[in-house]
């Protein structure tokens, strides 16, 4: 019995022995990620907290993502849109901050980030579960590759609209022409977190008074996804540029030997969407010739 009583004494010693190994393990593995991942300590520096708070106050302590405004600081977050992974340049870059909500940083974003390696164009970035209707007419327009997308919007869209375009979206962030998902690019997810970012906006009550009207792009072939889009955005309507499988592949062969950067099987990637292809109620489908059309595609 007597050695029973000594048992509280010692089990009482016990929280400061755990709390001291807690925290040196803690300050062991706060100096590991330091020395791995140097560029962490940026976060702070007083020329971090500097921008941090340029980003915020231009966005009116606004998400870009859901729109709530914030009034509480510490719940918003400099967001990086492309991801730095320690490349010091991009890092401080103004242009790839924007300010995003605690919650929508955490949930959303980081669930992308996460998603990310696991596939080109994985389907929480794809088709986000936060899509909701838009503030702004918007047409989407879909078709294989090579059927003239691109060209098509440039007809139809006036000077002041919003033109959202894969396409676009890489040429602006990162200086080339094409990603393709087929060789499995990480980057497609970069350029979709910013399409997403885009579309986030049209979402917003004051994006009314920023575009007449905005235009979406995409391939989309199956039905269900575009019912998906039409369900989430709420469209003003959703054009299909039908352009026959072998016209499609004949421009693309056209845009390779003129220098564009086309998958060399693109031929097999046309196929399938045709492979895929499903009428959906409503829609207006568009066959060739129609307006705007040239010799090159770009879409």
């Known amino acids: 019995m007597a050695r029973l009583r000594k048992i509280p004494q010692r089990l009482a010693s016990a929280p400061a022995r755990l709390a001291s190994l807690s925290g040196g393990e803690g300050r062991s593995r706060t100096k590991a990620r330091l020395t791995f991942s140097p560029w962490r300590a ?22 870009r993502m859901c729109g709530r405004v914030e009034g509480n600081t510490s719940q918003l977050v400099a967001d990086h849109k492309v991801p730095h992974r320690g490349d010091e340049a991009l890092f401080w870059d103004r242009a790839n901050l924007q300010c ?6 955490d949930s959303v974003k980081q669930s992308e980030e996460r998603a990310q390696p696991q596939a080109a164009s994985p389907a929480p970035m794809a088709r986000p579960d936060w899509f909701r209707p838009v503030h702004v007419p918007l047409t989407i327009v879909v078709g294989p590759p090579g059927a003239g997308k691109s060209t098509w919007v440039r007809a139809a869209a006036g000077p002041d609209d919003l033109v959202i375009c894969f396409e676009q979206i890489t040429r602006r962030l990162l200086g080339i022409d094409r990603l393709n998902a087929e060789e499995g690019d990480r980057r497609i997810g970069d350029v979709l977190r910013e399409r997403n970012a885009m579309l986030g906006d049209l979402m917003r009550t004051s994006a009314r008074g920023r575009w007449p009207r905005a235009w979406l792009i995409l391939t989309e072939p199956r039905a269900d996804h575009r019912q998906w889009w039409a369900d989430r955005l709420r469209p003003e309507r959703i054009v299909v540029l039908a352009t026959p499988e ?24 046309v196929a399938r969407w045709w492979a895929d292809y499903g009428p959906r109620p409503g829609e207006v489908v568009i066959a060739p010739p129609h307006p705007g059309v040239g010799a090159k595609s770009r879409g």
């Open 246 to 269: 072998a016209e499609c592949v004949r421009r693309c062969q056209a845009d390779a030997a003129a220098g564009d950067r086309r998958k060399a099987g693109i031929a097999a990637v």
């Open 100 to 105: 995003l909500c605690k919650s929508c940083h």
């Open 42 to 63: 940026w976060y702070n520096t007083a020329r971090w907290r500097a921008l941090r708070w340029e980003i915020l106050t231009e966005a009116a302590f606004t998400c």
